[in-house]
């Protein structure tokens, strides 16, 4: 019984440590509205484009890394910039705003 409650006790203490991080949330009214880059619309190029943000403490962008490309460095740059504009709810980590990276994805389509 007393590993029973042993082992109860370990797995609430383990998931409470978790539910005390919470990721950065973006504001999308603060960013910079995408536009299709002329190159890109002229090649027709389109594809999605997965990236990472490095959120500080104070909800600006940092950095940023390209986790999946597009295809097209074009389309690839434009995200990157349409992000890093935005401003972010910044992470916390037992209530006290962190840097934190967060995941994004952001599609490029001529329809």
Do not use: H, R
């Not at 383990?14 to 603060?30: C, G, H, I, R, W």
């Amino acid at each position: 019984m007393k590993k029973l409650l042993l082992i109860s006790a370990l797995t609430l203490a383990s998931s409470l440590s978790f539910a005390n991080e919470v990721a950065p949330v973006m504001d999308k009214q603060t960013c910079e509205k995408p536009v299709y880059p002329k190159a890109a619309l002229i090649n027709e190029e389109a594809g999605a484009v997965a990236l990472s943000v490095l959120v500080a403490p104070d909800g600006s962008v940092v950095d940023s890394k390209i986790d999946k490309s597009s295809g097209s460095k074009t389309l690839d740059k434009a995200t990157v910039k349409v992000f890093s504009s935005c401003k972010f709810k910044p992470g916390t980590k037992d209530g006290k705003a962190q840097q934190a990276w967060v995941k994004l994805e952001y599609v490029w389509s001529l329809s």
